[in-house]
């Protein structure tokens, strides 16, 4: 299995970048807390899709799906106001999977699956830019 290496950014771009995204979906700029479910769903027009069970069966509670296009998080943080800053959190660091991998190539390891048909829509890998390792799930295993 090949290794992913990303390009490392330096500290100046990624606040550039950071600071870009906030003038361009933030407004006032330094408006705080930042509105990330308004962003998500009417600028970026992203799908948010809660998961049973997901932080149980894989141990992340959130990833963005391999199209770009939707977050999935898990259920339990979703439906408990008791979650809402982890929840804000996680969409926020789905949210920097497309700021900082400006590219928009994501790298997804299947491990010898090959999905066809409607199963490929319904396989979801965990996407990194960071180089982490990546882990497969099948939506199948935690419905």
């Given at each position: 299995m090949a290794?992913?290496?990303?390009?490392?950014?330096?500290?100046?771009?990624?606040?550039?970048?950071?600071?870009?995204?906030?003038?361009?979906?933030?407004?006032?700029?330094?408006?705080?807390?930042?509105p990330i479910e308004e962003i998500i769903e009417f600028d970026l027009q992203l799908n948010i899709w809660p998961i049973e069970n997901l932080l149980q069966t894989i141990d992340i509670d959130g990833f963005l799906s391999q199209d770009l296009q939707t977050i999935f998080v898990d259920k339990t943080i979703y439906m408990d106001s008791r979650y809402n800053r982890r929840l804000r959190f996680t969409y926020a660091h789905e949210i920097g999977?497309?700021?900082?991998?400006?590219?928009?190539?994501?790298?997804?390891?299947?491990?010898?699956?090959?999905?066809?048909?409607?199963?490929?829509?319904?396989?979801?890998?965990?996407?990194?830019?960071?180089?982490?390792?990546?882990?497969?799930?099948?939506?199948?295993?935690?419905y």
């Open positions: 290794a992913i290496k990303p390009r490392k950014l330096k500290w100046d771009e990624i606040r550039e970048q950071a600071e870009d995204f906030r003038q361009k979906f933030v407004h006032p700029a330094d408006l705080v807390p930042v999977h497309l700021v900082f991998c400006t590219e928009k190539k994501f790298n997804a390891v299947y491990f010898g699956l090959k999905p066809t048909g409607s199963d490929s829509e319904r396989i979801c890998p965990r996407m990194t830019c960071s180089g982490s390792s990546n882990r497969l799930m099948n939506l199948r295993d935690v």
